[in-house]
Structure formats: structure tokens, C-alpha cells
């Protein structure tokens, strides 16, 4: 966690790595809008005046500590650590539920984990060729081989470590979610009962799961779904799903509030056209071995274990068919919450194969084990060798300083585009922030965009009162040629009309 996201206190400044600067820059400015703004009722700071659709509560959490006192990069990675070390123990303990208690079991649910199974060691090889020196290039190879869907390639690096390092707030939602399976699979396989205490309860934690996640609340409410149909304990569904409804409901009026998307859209990120060929080449490609695997694990458990599994299979399938957000990539977290089931169901079958009491079991056990973990371990070196990029904070970014001291928590200002933004790092809102974060939240940004033009170049009265009438406080207007800022300033307008009251060698700030 550390390794990718740090802050040097003595110098003020962020530390991110290459891989996490993009999801940073929207966490890091939620964030920032809890512990240093006024983000209440809750907005995106780059888009205010509308209701925010995306699941915020780990933010919130990171912000609520930040603002008591810790620094950002303890507060942040010290909850990662906590739910990731949580994390790791349902993924150990889970498979010992459902299948039998052994140790080996858990820990080989967890390497499998850790270092996913995929085809990445193919192209590793074809490039470094084995020799003597293979060992010293693994150490220090510096990027991913593959990081699909970005770089073109079939392999996706959402089926990495790298999700869980930039999505800090997906591991808090898969603890939640493991959790409640931890609670009630026992129950199920014992066929006890299961008071309605305990279901309301379980209830309120899958509502709030919404906040955190709102895919991985959606995975974990169908999954519980079939496996309660399975299990014939259909009446267990009412007291669960209401409790966990009425608290969700309220988030679903946020979502409901944006612009829609296309529903239907099969093949995920294979290969298009899309074809049966395609599609079973992209999930070959990216799930190795555990492709074959999966299934043989399914064969030699038992019906009970089986119907587990059968309870998660349909985010497999929906994820292949439907688009759930407003970006197909986003469907990553169906595929990761059901590959940790489906782990467990690999090691199971391992588990069975060592359980052949003689060299030849030992031997298929160990070949299987290291083709199914070597490529995350080779992924996994991308983490450690990882690139990273040095952002200045106030004080030491003067304009940062400045925003923080002379301007109100709840301003508003209008400033140019940036992933990391000053204006949003400072606790404060942007009036038209990046639009790859308002994308990814489904905002209808185009009749603000034209808005923003009419305000950028301004050359009359008018102009300015509507500027102010939309709420914004401050124009932050860049000094110099500026990529991806094309706004004929006038500033000579500026100047005669409103008052600087910051200034430096980028910008200007006016205030309205």
C-alpha cells in the first residue's frame, strides 16, 4: 500500500505511482473534500450542483481521519491495511467452510489470490528467454507486460494487484461482502436456522455495502439471491433484502439521477466482433490455467459446495453480456468478486491431487500450483519497480497555500482541467473538473461544457453574473500556453472587470 501511495511531510508532497495516479486523483480529491472543504449534502468536486452517484463511504472514512488529525497517507493506507489484512483472512478461512478445515487449503486460496493465474508468462519468456539472467530481469522489470484494455492487449490488468492498489475502497466492499458469506454459509451447510436478528443485521451491513461499492453490493445481493434459492431457505430473502433495500434505496435516487447508458453489450473487453472464439480466447488469455481448473474443481465437490458455486456463477455470466456502469471496464469487479469463490474451488482440487499418496501427486500438485501463481508473481514485480510520480501539497504548492487560507470550504471555483487537480486537493470544488471523472459517474457534462467556454471567454457584464449566478466564486485562469486549454482569455476584460487576488508565474485567480 505504501509503495504506491505515500506523502513526504518534510517536502509536502504526494508520492503516487505511475499505475495509481488516475483513480488518485479522484480518491484523493474526495477525500479532500471531507477533511479540508464542506462536501455536505455530498457532491463530486468536479462537478458540483448535482448529486454524487459514486460509492464514497471509503473516502469518507480516510477524510474523517484525516481531518482529526492523521496524515493523509496513514489515514489512507492504514484502512487499506486493516480491510486488505481482513480481506486475506475470509479468503483463508472461506474455503475451510465450505469444503473442509485445512489449513493448506486457506493459505493456497490466498496465494492464488495474490498471484493471479493468466498467460503473461508466455510473452515474459518470448522476450527474455530462459537463461541464467531470467531471474535478474524478473527482479527489476520495471511495467506490466500487459495491461489491457489501455495498451491494446487481450490480457487486462484488472485482474492484477494493481485494482486492489488503485481501488482501495473495492477491498473494503469484497471484506463486507465476504463477510456476510462467512456468517451464513456455516448455517446453510448444517442446515441450522437462522434467526431474523442476524438477518437484519447482515441486512444493514449489505445496504451500507452500497456506498462502498456499488457493483460489489449488486454481485453480493444476486449471489445471495440464488444461493438462498439453492439452499431452499427462500423466506430467509424478506427480512435480509428489506433491511439492506431501504437503506440502499436512498443511494439508488443518486444513480437513477444520471444519464443512461447502453445495457446490452456483450463480450466484456474481448476481441471485436464479438464471437465465441473471441470471448473464450479473452477469458483463456487472461485466466490461464484456472480456466481449465475451475471446472474440475466443481466436478470432484460435493452438491452442498457445488450449489455455492453455482450462486456466484451468474456474475460470470452477466458480466459477459450486460454493461452494469457507465464504462464496460467496470464490469472487473464482477469477474474479481467471483474469481475468489472460484479460487477456492482450484485449491480444492489441488488439495485432492496431493491427497494421491504417492511422488506422481506431489509432482502434478507442484507443476499446476506454479503455472497457475507464476504470472502474478511476475505482475507482481510491476508493483515493487513501479515509477512514481512526486505532487506538491500546501504549503509547498503556494496556490494550494492560498486556496486553503483565503477561501470559504464550500467555494466554488472554475479552473482548467487536471487529474490532479490543485483546486479539488485543496478541499475545494471545480466547476467543470476532468471530464474522465465525470464520465465514469454518468454525468451529462455538455451543456455545462459549453457554459464553461462562454465563461473562460468572457467579454462582457453578463457573462460574469452568470458565472456568479452558477455559484462560482474564483476564475483561475492559466499564465502561458497551456496543452488542452484552448480558451481565447480576454484578459484585458479580466483585469479592468474583476480583481486578482492570487497571482504567480501559472496563474491568475479572479474573484467574482
Known amino acids: 500500500m505504501y509503495k504506491s501511495f505515500g506523502y513526504d511531510g518534510e517536502n509536502n508532497r504526494f508520492r503516487i505511482a505511475r499505475h495509481q495516479i488516475g483513480d488518485f486523483g479522484l480518491h484523493l480529491s474526495l477525500i479532500r473534500s471531507f477533511s479540508l472543504g464542506d462536501n455536505f449534502p455530498v457532491e463530486s468536486p468536479f462537478f458540483p450542483g448535482k448529486p454524487l452517484p459514486y460509492h464514497y463511504y471509503f473516502d469518507l472514512l480516510t477524510g474523517f481521519l484525516e481531518r482529526a488529525g492523521l496524515r493523509i497517507d496513514i489515514a489512507f493506507n492504514g484502512l487499506s491495511i486493516l480491510f486488505f489484512t481482513a480481506l486475506l483472512y475470509l479468503i483463508y478461512k472461506l ?130 439471491l440464488f444461493l438462498f434459492i439453492l439452499f431452499k431457505r427462500i423466506r430467509l430473502i424478506l427480512p435480509l433484502f428489506l433491511t439492506a433495500g431501504f437503506i440502499f434505496i436512498f443511494h439508488l435516487k443518486t444513480v437513477l439521477g444520471q444519464d443512461s447508458h447502453s445495457f446490452f453489450n456483450p463480450g466484456f473487453l474481448s476481441s471485436k466482433p464479438l464471437s465465441i472464439f473471441n470471448l473464450l480466447s479473452f477469458w483463456f488469455f487472461n485466466l490461464g490455467l484456472a480456466f481449465i481448473l475451475i471446472p474440475f474443481g466443481f466436478i470432484v465437490s460435493r452438491k ?8 456466484v456463477l451468474p456474475l460470470f455470466l452477466i458480466g459477459n453480456i450486460f454493461q452494469l456502469s457507465y464504462r464496460i471496464d467496470h464490469n472487473h469487479s464482477l469477474f474479481n ?136 466564486s474564483y476564475l483561475v485562469v492559466p499564465l502561458g500556453k497551456v496543452t488542452d486549454f484552448n480558451y481565447k482569455i480576454d484578459t484585458a476584460f479580466l483585469n479592468k472587470t474583476l480583481k486578482v487576488v492570487y497571482k504567480d508565474k501559472d496563474v491568475a485567480v479572479y474573484k467574482l
Not at 495498451?151 to 465476504?178: C, E, K, P, W
Not at 452442498?304 to 450462486?311: A, D
Not at 467543470?432 to 471523472?437: E, I, T
Open 95 to 224: 474455503p475451510q467452510i465450505i469444503f473442509l478445515k485445512n489449513r493448506l487449503l486457506g493459505i493456497l486460496s490466498v496465494l492464488l489470490f495474490i498471484f493471479e493465474s493468466n498467460l503473461t508468462l508466455i510473452d515474459f519468456f518470448k522476450e527474455k528467454r530462459i537463461s541464467f539472467s531470467v531471474f535478474k530481469d524478473l527482479w527489476y522489470m520495471p511495467d506490466y507486460i500487459h495491461k489491457g484494455p489501455f495498451d491494446g492487449s487481450i490480457i487486462s490488468i484488472f485482474f492484477t494487484m494493481n485494482v486492489y492498489l488503485n481501488q482501495r475502497h473495492l477491498i473494503a466492499a469484497f471484506v463486507i461482502s465476504l463477510a456476510i458469506f462467512y456468517s451464513l454459509i456455516p448455517k446453510l451447510l448444517n442446515r441450522e436456522d437462522i434467526s431474523v436478528k442476524r438477518l437484519i443485521l447482515l441486512g444493514f451491513f449489505l445496504g451500507i455495502l452500497s456506498r462502498f461499492h456499488s457493483l460489489t453490493f449488486f454481485a453480493t445481493a444476486l449471489s445471495l
Open 304 to 311: 452442498p459446495q457445488k450449489l455455492i458455486l453455482l450462486s
Open 337 to 472: 468478486f467471483f474469481l475468489i469463490f472460484a479460487n477456492f474451488y482450484i485449491a480444492y482440487f489441488l488439495i485432492k491431487i496431493l491427497e494421491i499418496k504417492n511422488l506422481l501427486g506431489k509432482f502434478i500438485f507442484t507443476i499446476l500450483l506454479f503455472f497457475l501463481t507464476v504470472s502474478g508473481v511476475i505482475d507482481l514485480m510491476a508493483v515493487k519497480n513501479d515509477f512514481q510520480f512526486y505532487f506538491p501539497d500546501a504549503p509547498s504548492n503556494k496556490f494550494m497555500q492560498w486556496i486553503r487560507v483565503n477561501t470559504k470550504k464550500d467555494d466554488i471555483f472554475l479552473s482548467k482541467q487536471e487529474i490532479l487537480d490543485p483546486v479539488t486537493l485543496s478541499g475545494r470544488k471545480n466547476y467543470m473538473g476532468h471530464d474522465y471523472y465525470l464520465s465514469v459517474m454518468g454525468y451529462n457534462y455538455s451543456e455545462r461544457l459549453g457554459r464553461v467556454k462562454s465563461y473562460f471567454e468572457a467579454k462582457s457584464l453578463k457573462a460574469i453574473d452568470e458565472m456568479k449566478s452558477s455559484g462560482i
